[in-house]
């Protein structure tokens, strides 16, 4: 028996779906803990791109079992839209999907609300992906939401949602479409609910290998992160022990995913933020929009300190280093090694966001390669400056390399012995 959790470590997009990916070859069971729609974890295979947004990355395997947690928040018509496109890319869902009944709900009112509130923010928005994640885990925290077993119960759920709009100060203006539509996709979905924490456990007593996979990244965590600018879950390792059901002991490894260079969707501080050609090259060569919102990422420098940060904060027992191909045919990278704030070193991270927006970053420079790296699958055979590059990382990091992808597809990747 064994598990693995597997997690973003910056503010999200660091290639995780691909790490998950090439690591589910060894996993019997790969699982989602938190988060919901406003993921978006791209892999590409033999060519062929695939984009999932509440669907385990594990579904590409086919023997694999993929698991949504009871601590994700489910849009049901998005996730019926998922499932039935990759049904049409010929991956089979029956008795491979496991769907806790209680995952938190998305519904249509809950993309109202978001899309309401972050207008009211004006100048103070926080960059929401517009998917209804922060109102529908909302409503969970203060007991008005709806979770994905009530669909079951119609009495049940005509009744709760009665109390949620009245909750919002809202009109339900088509109560029998809403129930009707929901009635409809449940019919979809019914036969993949489960008590899926019991399921789990079970797995991993049976010696089953389980792969947790987290969403978003640490720095976007609701308690730990860059707060406001952050998501609406916990994103850190301990959350997969709340997210699934799963005994914290029983947590036996945790893989840290880190880009080659920093990227941040949305508002927020971003302290080795770049704006000039080198951002807009790196942006075009790695393709740097978001697979759910489409928005142009910000681009910035390694951050060494925020990353130190993050892989004590989970606990790190490895990390993986993505894109690394993407840096080829920059004459001279940096990577941040301290911060500055009013003329004085900071010992660390900064952690709030007026000391995070005024932060000068102390950077090392190290010279570039022009090398191909697509074709590459060992660490020596890589050109002696991106094999100094990731030993620099290694060093700041203070956690061990195991990881590194040199291309979008599962092929490109290289274990590090």
């Known amino acids: 028996m064994s598990s693995l959790t597997v997690l973003g470590c ?20 790969v699982a989602r803990f938190q988060g919901g729609a406003n993921a978006g974890h791209t892999i590409v295979l033999q060519g062929k791109k695939y984009v999932f947004h509440t669907v385990p990355s594990g579904i590409l395997y086919p023997q694999t079992k993929c698991v949504i947690g009871a601590g994700t928040v489910i849009d049901p018509f998005g996730l019926r839209d998922e499932m039935r496109s990759l049904m049409d890319q010929d991956i089979d869902f029956s008795g491979r999907l496991f769907i806790d009944e209680r995952a938190g709900l998305v519904l249509p009112l809950h993309k109202k609300l978001d899309g309401l509130k972050e207008e009211k923010r004006g100048a103070g928005k926080i960059g929401t992906t ?39 100060g809202l009109k339900w203006e088509n109560p029998d479409e809403e129930l009707s539509a929901l009635q409809e996709v449940w019919e979809f979905l019914a036969p993949f609910a489960a008590h899926a924490d019991v399921l789990v456990r079970q797995w991993y007593l049976e010696g089953e290998k389980i792969l947790f996979e987290g969403a978003q990244g640490s720095l976007l965590d609701l308690s730990f992160g860059t707060y406001p600018y952050v998501t609406s879950s916990n994103t850190i390792s301990g959350s997969t022990s709340v997210g699934i059901g799963f005994p914290p002991r029983w947590l036996d490894k945790t893989l840290g995913i880190y880009k080659a260079y920093a990227t941040r969707v949305g508002e927020g501080p971003f302290p080795t933020e770049i704006f000039n050609a080198t951002a807009d090259a790196i942006r075009k060569a790695g393709n740097e929009f978001g697979a759910t919102t489409g928005r142009p990422r910000r681009i910035g420098w390694f951050d060494a300190v925020a990353a130190r940060y993050t892989a004590s904060l989970n606990g790190l027992s490895a990390i993986a280093v993505t894109l690394l191909d993407i840096l080829g045919g920059l004459e001279e990278l940096k990577i941040c090694t301290g911060y500055w704030l009013d003329g004085q070193k900071l010992p660390g991270y900064a952690f709030h966001p007026l000391e995070l927006a005024k932060i000068q970053p102390e950077y090392l420079t190290l010279p570039g390669w022009d090398d191909d790296l697509a074709a590459i699958r060992s660490l020596e055979a890589l050109p002696a400056n991106a094999q100094d590059y990731l030993e620099a990382i290694q060093d700041l990091v203070e956690v061990p390399i195991e990881v590194v992808s040199v291309g979008k597809d599962r092929e490109q990747t290289i274990t590090v012995k």
């Open 130 to 168: 517009g998917k209804g994640i922060g109102p529908a885990y909302a409503d969970q925290a203060s007991r008005n939401g709806l979770r994905f077993g009530d669909l079951q119960y119609p009495d049940w759920l005509c009744e709760r949602l009665a109390a949620l709009y009245e909750s919002h």
């Open 10 to 29: 910056m503010w999200g997009d660091e290639g995780k779906a691909k790490i998950v990916d090439f690591l589910g070859a060894n996993a019997n069971v």
